[in-house]
């Protein structure tokens, strides 16, 4: 098979374009390495990723843009077989400063892609990474009871691709986002294109940048490691359903693989491998033998959802697939990469 990996300098992306060449797959990661200066970051970052991938002779890299149709008409070649656009701008709170680029980059992009798709290679799978943040704040009205640790859902197990999309504040991420997922839902419908739209919760894995304002899994390990002080927005009973990201791309391999025409589907750990913020500090702490420096409490951020569990009955009865590895597994894993790399992080 022949893979395009947009964004295959990222978390997601590089997972994807290993995986694929792994398998002896032909593998074509695009990237424009814009990560690191998004969020103003002047140590390592996906410049880490890139250099990794450059160890398999059957992943061509190739630094574009997805905005640009000729830098993605140039990877795409003859035509592949899939592409999984990972390529994104993923940080809500930089979303707020920067709504214009946000846009440009997850919606303007992800159209652009699907363009260049139908061009180029029409029968060619796409997977395009949504989020749960698409729900917006429609999913606070799920009733909760808290307890001592973390918030519950009173009577759910998680939410369903049913839950409304509409009449809600969601953020600019949220918004462009959606833009995005909708266009790839449309290209399914409109053009007969194979389509997924993924939308994840909390992804997380080794070779993950993550710093306050993004990828906060990685970030709690890398800033106990590196004696980094972190702050709690809210009061830290906020939980979330953790995926290792290796099982996401095991997911997307199901759908290219699966006879399904386009469909749409929430994915994360599900009720199983949850979190809140508070536990999983203490989780950080137990695995890893060190006590937070510092932890620095502030109020709520906007949209920020008190809990987010996703419901994966649909993908799991539609691609045969489920969480392999628990959240305890995922962040022994993670703590052993950053322990091993953290000259990255100080
Ligand atoms: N990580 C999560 O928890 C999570 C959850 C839900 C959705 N998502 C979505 O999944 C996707 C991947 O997330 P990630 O965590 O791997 O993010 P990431 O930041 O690690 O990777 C995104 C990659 O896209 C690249 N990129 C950004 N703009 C680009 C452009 N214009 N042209 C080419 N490349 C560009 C970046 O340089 C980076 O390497 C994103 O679209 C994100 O919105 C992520």
Same mark, same amino acid.
């Given at each position: 098979?022949?893979?395009?990996?947009?964004?295959?300098?990222?978390?997601?992306?590089?997972?994807?374009?290993?995986?694929?060449?792994?398998?002896?797959?032909?593998?074509?990661?695009l990237?424009?390495?814009?990560?690191?200066?998004?969020?103003?970051?002047?140590?390592e970052?996906?410049?880490?990723?890139?250099?990794?991938?450059?160890q398999?002779?059957?992943?061509?890299?190739?630094?574009?843009?997805?905005?640009?149709e000729?830098?993605?008409?140039?990877?795409?070649?003859?035509?592949?077989?899939?592409?999984?656009?990972?390529?994104?701008?993923?940080g @809500?709170?930089l $979303?707020? %400063?920067?709504p214009? =680029?946000?846009? *440009?980059?997850?919606?303007? +992009?992800?159209?652009n892609?699907?363009?260049?798709?139908?061009?180029?290679c029409p029968?060619?799978?796409?997977?395009?990474?949504?989020t749960?943040?698409?729900?917006?704040e429609?999913?606070?009205?799920i009733?909760?009871?808290?307890?001592?640790?973390?918030? @519950?859902y009173k $009577?759910? %197990?998680?939410?369903s =691709?049913?839950? *409304?999309v509409?009449?809600? +504040?969601?953020t600019p991420?949220?918004a462009?986002k959606?833009?995005?997922?909708i266009?790839?839902?449309?290209?399914g419908?409109m053009?007969?294109?194979k389509?997924a739209?993924?939308?994840?919760?909390c992804?997380y894995?080794?070779r993950?940048f993550?710093?306050?304002?993004?990828?906060?899994?990685?970030?709690?390990?890398?800033a106990?490691?590196?004696?980094?002080?972190?702050i709690?927005?809210?009061?830290g009973k906020?939980?979330?359903?953790?995926?290792?990201?290796?099982?996401?791309?095991e997911?997307?391999?199901?759908?290219?693989?699966s006879?399904?025409?386009?469909?749409?589907?929430?994915?994360?750990g599900?009720p199983?491998n949850?979190?809140?913020?508070?536990?999983?500090?203490?989780l950080?702490?137990?695995?890893?033998?060190?006590?937070f420096?510092?932890?620095e409490h502030?109020?709520?951020?906007p949209s920020?959802?008190k809990?987010?569990?996703?419901?994966?009955?649909?993908?799991?009865?539609?691609?045969?697939?489920k969480?392999?590895?628990?959240?305890?597994?995922?962040?022994e894993?993670?703590i052993?990469?950053?322990?091993?790399?953290?000259?990255?992080?100080?």
């Open positions: 098979m022949k893979i395009l990996v947009t964004g295959g300098a990222g978390l997601v992306g590089s997972h994807t374009a290993e995986y694929y060449a792994k398998k002896g797959d032909e593998v074509i990661a990237d424009n390495l814009m990560r690191s200066n998004l969020f103003g970051y002047n140590k970052s996906v410049e880490f990723n890139w250099n990794y991938l450059a398999f002779d059957n992943i061509k890299r190739i630094k574009g843009d997805v905005r640009e000729s830098d993605v008409m140039k990877a795409l070649g003859n035509g592949v077989d899939a592409v999984i656009h990972t390529a994104g701008q993923p @809500v709170p $979303s707020m %400063k920067i214009k =680029e946000d846009f *440009s980059i997850n919606a303007y +992009g992800t159209l892609v699907l363009e260049c798709v139908r061009k180029t029968k060619a799978a796409f997977v395009y990474c949504s749960n943040k698409i729900y917006g429609n999913v606070d009205q009733s909760l009871e808290e307890e001592e640790t973390r918030y @519950v $009577s759910k %197990k998680g939410v =691709e049913e839950l *409304s509409d009449l809600t +504040g969601h991420y949220g462009s959606y833009t995005g997922d266009y790839t839902q449309e290209y419908h053009y007969g294109m389509t739209v993924f939308r994840m919760s992804i894995g080794t993950q993550g710093f306050e304002d993004q990828g906060w899994v990685a970030w709690f390990v890398i106990n490691l590196t004696g980094q002080d972190i709690i927005y809210g009061d906020q939980v979330r359903d953790l995926l290792y990201v290796d099982d996401l791309v997911a997307y391999d199901k759908f290219i693989n006879d399904i025409k386009h469909d749409v589907f929430n994915i994360g599900g199983r949850t979190t809140s913020l508070l536990e999983f500090i203490g950080v702490e137990q695995k890893t033998g060190i006590k420096r510092k932890i502030k109020s709520w951020r920020d959802q809990v987010y569990i996703s419901d994966i009955s649909k993908v799991s009865k539609a691609l045969g697939w969480p392999g590895i628990t959240v305890e597994k995922g962040l894993k993670l052993e990469w950053v322990g091993a790399n953290n000259k990255f992080f100080i």
